[in-house]
């Protein structure tokens, strides 16, 4: 890029790409499935997804697309399904596909719909085939003593999220994009909305241009710790996408034993996945995962 001075000046900038390369273990049971992952932070707003890098995401449908959030969950069980296995919404044909239809959905009893606090829940649905052929795999919780968002951490943000705040349209192939964790107590995080600092964080980039956005909401904010990847958070709300100043705002997932009362009755009978049920955002489509207990 060059920039004109009247002094017949010229200033060359060189844009510097940095690749970060994530190696797991894969004799863990939860948090690796690529053996290696590149995440470079060149491109501002994100970049494509890895095939098959990130085997714990899932796709919240209703008749085939990818939908809206709460009030669509709620109204709409019936005729909801999951759609994992894939990167790419828009090929129906890819081997690895499975579709599971929605059992039950389960909102954590205090959340706030005014302050977006608490907001978690947990859908239960059909089981789905996990095997080594499968391309799926679980997600790490995080121990109870481990804060996986400590201010500054790098962090990994997948969905299928619009790409601009004020393009609508989602984005069919799944991206990802690095972010960081700001302090609880700093002016951006209070900029932002965040109302409650034990159940909330936020995360995104001093200057912006990177965060997660509509349809992203309810997807993984992931961070690598002991070699595998833990959920440090789940997308919740924000003011905008990618402002300056204004870093996106996530449920804290260390809320443990509030997941364990849940899920605990369900274990022998059926696949787990968490999503949160978010309300802020207009239109907003949901992306779940799935996950599993780090022992």
Known sequence: MEYYYPYAFYLCCVNLIYNA???????ISCGCLALTTIVTSRIVG???APNYAWGWIVSLQK?????????????????????????????SSIRTIQRRSIINVTIHPNYDSSTIINDIAI????PLTISSNSKLAFICLPKQDEDPFQTNTDLIAIGWGYLFE?????????????????SSTSFECQQSGMNNSLVQFCAGTIAGGKDTCQGDS???????????????GITSNGKGCARNGYPGIYTQTTMVPVIETITIPMRQTTTVSLATST?????????CFLFSYWE
């Open 123 to 126: 859908l239960k649905f059909s």
């Open 279 to 287: 309300i802020e955002y207009n239109n907003n489509q949901s992306t």
């Open 218 to 232: 309810d997807g993984p904010l992931m961070a690598f710790v002991d070699n595998r990847w833990v959920l440090a």
């Open 63 to 91: 008749s085939g697309e990818h939908i809206c959030g709460a009030n669509e969950v709620m109204n709409n069980i019936s005729v909801l399904s999951i759609l994992a296995g894939t990167n790419d919404l828009n090929n």
């Open 46 to 48: 994100g970049e494509a």
């Open 166 to 182: 004020y393009i609508y349209i989602i984005s069919n192939t799944l991206r990802q994009v690095k972010v960081q964790a700001f």
């Open 21 to 27: 390369t994530y190696t797991c273990d894969p004799s």
